[in-house]
C-alpha cells in the first residue's frame, strides 16, 4: 500500500464519537472538511457505514463453476466469494480459523478445497472446515464443526449482483437495496439473454484521496464540462463514448466553453434514501444512433424481447446509477464501478466492463474497449477526475475553511410521483446531499 | 535460420541489434521529449500501442488493457496531451526511458517484418511525487525504405493488473 508521506495528519484530530459531535460535521447544504480528513472518522465510517450498510461483493458470473472462488475486501476486510458444489455462492472471511493467517491468496481462480498455508487446514467451499492435520493434537472437545471458515453474516443475490452485509442486525435487503433494484434491471435488461457476465477483465485506479471523492463525482453532471475539458474539443462537443455514436455529447457552447449547453443543464438527478441515487437521460438509441455493432445489437434483442419491449429497453431513464456506498452501475458506456476505501487518503477503484449475454460480440467487445479510453488507469476522461480527487484531498489540507459547500439546487427539490424518489437539477448536489443524510443516519446510529 | 531469412536479416534486420537497438533508443528520446506527434509518426498506419492488463493477456480485442491505441486513438490521446487544459498534465510528467537486454525474437522475411523485445523501463516525475514502470516491450517493426514503422508495440508491465494511481504518458 502506498500512503504519501507528506499528506498532513489533522491535527485537531480528537475522538469524536458521541452522536452531537458527528451531527455538527453535517449541515444543510455543506459537510465538514474532516469528513475526508480524519483518520478517526474513517476508522468510523469502515466500522458503521461499511459495516452496517450492503455493500456490492462482486457478480456471479465471477464465479460460474463450483469451486470458483474470487477474493476482495470489505470495509478493508479480507473475503472470498466461492461457489459450492451445490450451486450456491458463499461470501466467507478469508482469515483461517485457527491462526488467522488468509487461506486464499489468489485474486481469482478454481479450487476444490481452500488450504491455508501455515498448518495445512483445509475448508470445503461453503467455509466447512474437512481437514485438521495430526488431529489426535487437538484439545479435549475439538470439534471441527466449530472451526468453519465464517460466512459474512447476510448474503443476497439479486440478478448476478452479490451484496453482503457485514452485520446480522440493521435493516433487510428488500429495505435496502430494493428501491435500486430497477436500475439493476435497467442494465441487466440490455442484454439480450437478460443477463450479463463479468467476463472481459477489469481496471484497477487508485488514488490519494478519500473514497466519497469518487462516489460523489458519479452523479456529478456539474463537473464535466470543467473538469473534463480535455476531452470537449473546440465545438463544445465530448469525443464519442458508445458504439454507433457519429461524436459525444454537446456539452458547452462552442461561443464560450464555460458555458454549459441547456440540454446538459437539464438533464435530472434522483435520489431515492440511503444515499442511493442517478443521474438522467441517456438514451441508447435516438434513432440516429446506427453502426454495424450497434445494428446487430438491436436486432438481437428485438429478437428476444420484441421490438416494443427493445424500444423501451433503449429509450433507458438512467445515465449513471450510484448504490451507496460502494457500488456505481454506469449506463452510458456500459460498466461497473466499486469502491474500496484504503484510508483516510486513498481509495482503490475496480472498473468491470460488462457483457451483455446475447448480444453480438462486436458490441460487447466494442463497448469494452471503449472503456479502454473513458476509465482505465491511463484514459481520457477517468484521468482527469483523480487529478481533481487528489487536488480536493490537496486543498482540504487547508484550514482556510471548515467546510465544503454542497448546497447548489438546495431548496429547489421536486417531488418525482413516477419513481417515488426526490428530483432536482443534475448539475447540482442533490445527491451529494443524499449521501451525507445517510451517512449521517449510519453514523449516529448506536453501536 | 534459411537463405530467405538470412538475406532477410542482412538486408531489413542485420546488422540487426544494432539498429533495432538505436531504433528503441530513438523512440524512447522522443518520448522523453514529450515529441509525442513525432513518435506517433514511427507507427505504420496500421499500427496500434498495447499495454495490456492481465498477464499474458492473449487479445486486446476480448479482454480490458490499460492501452490499446490504434493511429486514431492514438492522436486523439495526443490531441488531449497537447489541451491546455489536460489537469493531470498540468505539471506535465517528466519521464526518463531505459531500455535495453535487446533480442530478436521472430523474423518474418515474407513479411519484411521482425520482432524485437526489450526489457523497458521508465522513470516518472510529476507534481512532487516519483514513480517507476518495468517490463518486457514486444516491437513488432515493419522495414520501409531505410527505416522501420511500428506495427505493433506491446508493454507487458511487471505490475500490469495492479491499481494504478492515473496514468496519462505513453511508456
Redesign the interface.
Known sequence: MHLDPTVARDSEAVAIHTQEEISKLIEPGRVHRRVYTDPEIFELEMERVFGRAWLFVGHSSQVPNPGDYFTTELARQPVVMTRHRDGKVHVLFNRCTHRGAKVVNERCGHAARMTCLYHGWSFDTDGALTVVPIPDGCAGGFRKEDFGLAPVPRVQEYRGFVFASLTRDGSSFEDQIGPMKGNIDDLVDRAPDGELAFDLGQHRYAYNGNWKLQIENVLDSYHVPFGHASTVNKQGVQFARREGDEEGAKVVETTDQNKTTASWRDRKSYVTGNGHGWSSNTALDDGKRSSPAFDAYKLALIAKVGAERAAQILTPRLHNSLIYPNVSIMGLNIHVRVVKPISVDRTEVTVYPVRLLGSPDVMNFGNMRLLNVTHSAASFVQTDDLESFVRTQKGLRSLASDWVDISRGLGAEEADRTYNATRGASVGELAMRAQYKAWLGYMQEAA | MDTAAATAASSSASPAREVLELFLIREAKLLDERRFREWMELFAEDGAYW?P??PN?ES?????????DDRT?MK??ID?LE?P????Q?PPSRTAHLVGNTLIEEIDAAKGEVVVSSTVMMVEYRD??QRTFAGRQFHRLRHTDDDYKIVLKRVNLINC????????VPI
Open positions: 499495454v492488463a492481465a493477456q486486446p480485442f476480448n479482454h480490458a488493457s490499460l492501452f490499446y486513438l486523439t490521446r488531449r489541451h487544459r489536460i489537469h493531470i498540468t512532487d511525487s493488473d495492479s491499481a494504478f494511481d492515473a496514468m496519462a
